[in-house]
């Protein structure tokens, strides 16, 4: 399946600042951002999850602090 993105503008102006990622999600007919912007349940689903394994791996890592403060380098 071929994803076209323009996603960077999602993310250019923190991740300098704080880790980022983005995750993808097949709209119908590949248009996003718009009114007519369509996903399937399981696809939504799916995406959800992996953002939440994601976030789960990240705050999992040694040195991380839920605080608000900086984690040791």
Wanted: with cysteine; glycine share 6%; hydrophobic share 40%.
């Amino acid at each position: 399946m071929m994803m076209h993105s323009g996603a960077a503008h999602d993310t250019m102006s923190i991740f300098d600042l704080v880790p980022s990622a983005m995750v993808f999600v097949p709209c119908k007919d590949g248009i996003s951002h718009s009114p007519e912007e369509d996903a399937e349940s399981a696809d939504a689903a799916l995406g959800t999850e992996v953002m939440l394994n994601a976030t789960r791996k990240f705050v999992a890592r040694p040195g991380w602090r839920n605080d608000g403060r900086e984690p040791p380098p």
